[in-house]
């Protein structure tokens, strides 16, 4: 069963939350309205087709969507060597028929499942920038992965440059064999995934805990979710000493928010988030070196995931629970900043001896997740960008899924179905082990250069509280795109796990 949605204002298949966080934000990405049609709209100045490499050669997919012109088409992008290579983009003019400017054909791998349409999509987004309104009919294929890739990857972030024109024309894109619903879903996980994308992208400057909380505020409100904020007096009040210790380096206090989508109340299974919300890491008194360190913008990536997905299910009317808890802080050093060998007490009472202040997103971890318990959800997710071992052991593009055994399986299997490439871990139990202090409950890190990933999953399996199905995603990489846009990913905010976080909601809705 499924609950009313908080979306009767929005246009169906537009951006509901760019308007809430162009008030918050000083940028935001670019976005496109997605809609549906049959057949080529009047409106449509560009089309375009997927290329794959058939027994002949050069092969138009759907060619139907086309109409009479589809074999003169197809000679035109022989004419010009047009490549089927998955994601090649090739734009000619159109041929006398069609009445659009060009046609833009792009490869598709050849088993044509929903990740190969996304990507070829992603890829032809970023090359048609400059057409209002594109007919895209790979949604003869997919129209959901059609819509959903076309809309991921037109996304762009151009930041703050004083010469950038401020009112472009939102671009339309117009799925074939798209339906109301199909836009509607769409609509909504490109907004999130975007939304995600923009909180990464803004600058520590602009977003801090201050700030990054009003934001999520502003949004969970407009989404119709119940909504909590505690301040820095207010942690210190509550005894919150994780989110105290690591905030306490900064003259921009830390904040707790509480964004609670109350879903269907009689539904089995409920979902607890939790994202780290640093807004920049410096290391702390354990100073990081300086190279790269402006990439540490992102290490609020878990957070801004957490956000966006309670605020999907609250737009799409999910009728499973879910409550994001979202601990921010700014790790930086200074004359009120936590040091290695203090012993703070973190929320709910266990000790920690500090060894390292970079190793901070655990302990405003540890807090929140003792918060989420609380509420006694069947089910918890965390993620953050926690450890550079994940880079080590996964490389850039694959989260690690680490957790109890089940739950992190099927977390695993979601996230790779819609393409975010999730990957189950152990937790070995020595590294477990090595978390044992001389002087308090435990320790923040090991002596151990190896198995970064699982120790820090280690610590923050001891703040779970009992009967709760837990998951831990460390997208470290994942979350931020330090090189060259590929597929529907651009640079910089991916957005990940904002899908794969949605998938498992939708799983749980189901049981
Ligand atoms: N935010 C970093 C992890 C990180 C590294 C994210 C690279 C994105 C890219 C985290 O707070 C950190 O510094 N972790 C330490 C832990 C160590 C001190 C145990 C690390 O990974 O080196
Ligand atoms: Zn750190
Ligand atoms: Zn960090």
Redesign the pocket.
């Known amino acids: 069963m499924s609950v009313p949605a908080n979306n009767d204002s929005a246009q169906l298949g537009a951006s509901r939350n760019a308007a809430v966080l162009s008030n918050y934000l000083p940028a935001i990405g670019t976005r496109v309205v997605i809609a549906a049609d049959k057949s080529l709209p009047a409106d449509a100045d560009a089309v375009l087709v997927a290329l794959i490499d058939g027994e002949d050669g050069l092969e138009l997919v759907a060619p139907e969507a086309i109409g009479s012109v589809a074999e003169q088409l197809l000679a035109s992008f022989e004419a010009v060597s047009a490549s089927a290579k998955a994601e090649s983009v090739t734009t000619i003019p159109a041929p006398a028929g069609l009445d659009v400017d060009s046609v833009t054909g792009v490869g598709v791998s050849e088993d044509l499942d929903a990740e190969d349409i996304r990507r070829a999509c992603g890829a032809a987004a970023r090359r048609m920038t400059k057409a209002k309104v594109v007919f895209n009919t790979l949604g003869a294929i997919d129209p959901q992965a059609a819509a959903e890739g076309f809309a991921l990857g037109a996304y762009a972030y151009s930041g703050q440059k004083s010469t950038e024109e401020s009112n472009e024309a939102t671009q339309k894109v117009v799925v074939l064999g798209a339906d109301d619903d199909v836009v509607k879903r769409a609509s909504a996980i490109v907004d999130a995934v975007a939304t995600a994308r923009d909180f990464v992208n803004t600058a520590s400057s602009h977003l801090y805990p201050e700030t990054f909380a009003d934001a999520a505020a502003a949004l969970g409100r407009d989404a119709g979710l119940e909504v909590e904020v505690l301040d820095d007096d207010a942690l210190r009040a509550g005894g919150f000493g994780g989110l105290n210790a690591v905030g306490g380096g900064s003259s921009r206090g830390p904040r707790l928010v509480r964004l609670i989508w109350k879903g269907d109340e009689s539904a089995e299974n409920s979902l607890g988030l939790v994202g780290k919300g ?1 807004t920049f ?1 410096t ?1 702390g008194i354990s100073l990081k070196p300086g190279a790269s360190m402006e ?2 913008i992102s ?1 609020m990536g878990g957070a801004a995931a957490v956000i966006a997905t309670v605020v999907l299910a609250a737009r799409l009317g999910v009728s499973t629970p879910v409550t994001a808890t979202v601990p921010m802080a700014e790790n930086m050093p200074g004359g009120k900043a936590y040091r290695p060998g203090d012993v703070i007490t973190q929320y709910g009472g266990k000790t920690i001896e500090i060894l ?1 202040t ?4 655990r302990l405003v971890l540890a807090d929140a997740i003792v918060r989420a318990c609380e509420d006694k959800p069947t089910h918890l997710i965390d993620t953050a ?5 994940q ?1 080590v052991a996964l490389g850039e593009r694959t989260p690690g899924v680490l957790g109890n055994d089940e739950f992190r399986d099927r977390v695993a299997e979601l996230s790779q179905s819609i393409g975010e490439n999730g990957w189950a871990m152990p937790i070995p139990v020595e590294l477990a082990e090595a978390l044992k202090s001389p002087v308090a409950d435990l320790r923040n ?1 090991t002596n151990s250069r190896f198995g ?1 990933m699982s120790v820090a999953a280690a610590y923050l399996r001891e703040f779970v509280g009992e009967d709760v199905e837990w998951v831990h995603i460390d997208v ?2 994942p979350a931020f795109n330090t090189t060259g846009e590929y597929g529907y990913t651009p640079k910089r905010g991916t957005g990940v796990p904002v899908r794969t976080m949605f998938s498992v909601i939708e799983d749980l809705a189901t049981k």
């Not at 960008?385 to 071992?389: H, I, M, N, P, Q």
């Open positions: 640093i890491d290391g990439n540490m290490d390292n970079d190793a901070e997103g960008t926690l450890t550079g071992a880079l890190v970064g470290a990489g």
